[in-house]
């Protein structure tokens, strides 16, 4: 378990270009890589659509040791409901702070040096204004959870992550698989979780051959597995083995074989332009405009 290392969460965004602006202008994160695909995900990566999607992994380096993003765009789709299941991701970065002001993009200080802020479609960030880590600034994902205890139980007891903190008081607890590594925070909400339609997805790696003993080992505690052991085939690239799994709250788990996926995650140079070109020839939204339609809410 000494192996396993947090590395994405997982977006579903609306607004492409103004969620890249947020990224890139305000996080000041890069793009790792980008892909396009004509059908949907065999694990349901871009949610339960099948048509057209793109993946935009954007963060401050490698999955190797940075914990990032995954966007997930699918064309036609314009917003999504949120729930209370993702409560934010806090980073270290006074630079993403003055980036925000700099921009206009809306800040609220919620604790001494702490600015709370949006990306499009909703989604919460805390921003610490302080000096830039040099590892990786992203601290912590925060999750919401109906029952703390049983929280914790199921992402330590089963899922083998060390707990740093706990708070009975405030009701939260804060895990994770190294001490070099993002976080991951349990925040009970006081009532039951609510993922919406914009449900987002936590990924972790482990050795490929520990895939099929965590699937072994979810169906003798009668714990929810999604997608059972499964390869994904992503073209040109590494086919990579994972196991998608649900916590007693519905929040959605990858395990991901490690090996094929460093060979999957190297950082493409051209992940940029690739970005830039898609949201350039993507003509959705003037289609939708010419029709009087306006796209989908999900």
Known sequence: MAARRALHFVFKVGDRARTARFYRELLGMRVLRHEEFEEGCKAS????????????????????????????????????????DFLGITLVSSQAVSNAKRMGWPLKEVTSG???????????????????????????????????????????????????????????????????????????????????????????????????????????????????????DTPGKATVQVVILADPDGHEICFVGDEAFRELSKVDPGGDKLLDDAMAADNSDKWFAEHNRKKVSA
């Open 45 to 84: 990566c871009n949610g339960p659509y099948d048509g057209k999607w793109s993946k935009t992994m954007v963060g401050y380096g490698p999955e190797d040791d940075h914990f990032v993003a995954e966007l997930t765009y699918n064309y036609g789709i314009g917003e999504y409901r949120l729930g209370n």
């Open 114 to 232: 702490v600015f709370e802020t949006e990306a499009p479609g909703g989604y919460k960030f805390y921003l610490e204004d302080k000096e830039q880590l040099k590892q990786d600034p992203v601290w912590k994902v925060t999750l919401g959870v109906s029952n703390l205890q049983r929280s914790v139980s199921y992402w330590s007891g089963l899922l083998g992550m060390k707990i740093y903190e706990k708070d009975e008081e405030k009701q939260r607890a804060l895990l994770g698989y190294a001490d070099n590594q993002c976080k991951l925070e349990l925040q009970a909400v006081g009532g039951a979780v609510d993922h919406g339609t914009a449900f987002g997805r936590i990924a972790f790696s482990c050795a490929k051959d520990e895939l099929p003993s965590i699937e072994a080992l979810m169906k003798k505690e009668d714990q929810k597995i999604l997608t059972p052991l499964v390869s994904l």
